[in-house]
C-alpha cells in the first residue's frame, strides 16, 4: 500500500496552538505541527511508520476510502 494513498485532514487547535494532522483510515495514527507543512510531513512518517509495524506484525493495513472529488 502507498503511503499516498491515505488522506490526511489537517485542522488548528486553538488551545494547544498547533495543526493536528490525522490518518482517518489509519487508527491512532495523528501527528503534529507548528505549521500545516510541518504537520503534514510529520503525519507522512506517521503513516510509514504505522505501515511498518503493522507489516513486522503481519496485519494488512486497511485501504484506502475512496473520496469524491467536489
Known amino acids: 500500500m502507498k503511503k499516498d494513498h491515505y488522506a490526511i485532514e489537517i485542522e488548528w487547535d486553538d488551545l494547544d496552538e ?3 494532522a ?3 483510515d489509519l ?3 495523528a501527528a503534529h505541527g507548528d505549521t500545516r ?3 503534514l510531513a510529520e503525519a507522512e512518517f506517521a ?3 504505522w505501515l511498518d509495524v503493522a507489516k ?3 496485519l494488512k ?3 484506502p476510502r ?3 472529488h467536489a
Do not use: D, M, Q, S
Request: aromatic share 12%.
Open 18 to 20: 498547533i495543526f493536528i
Open 22 to 24: 490525522r490518518v482517518p
Open 27 to 29: 487508527p491512532g495514527c
Open 37 to 39: 507543512e510541518e504537520a
Open 47 to 49: 503513516i510509514n511508520f
Open 56 to 58: 513486522e506484525r503481519g
Open 61 to 63: 493495513p486497511p485501504a
Open 66 to 68: 475512496l473520496y469524491a
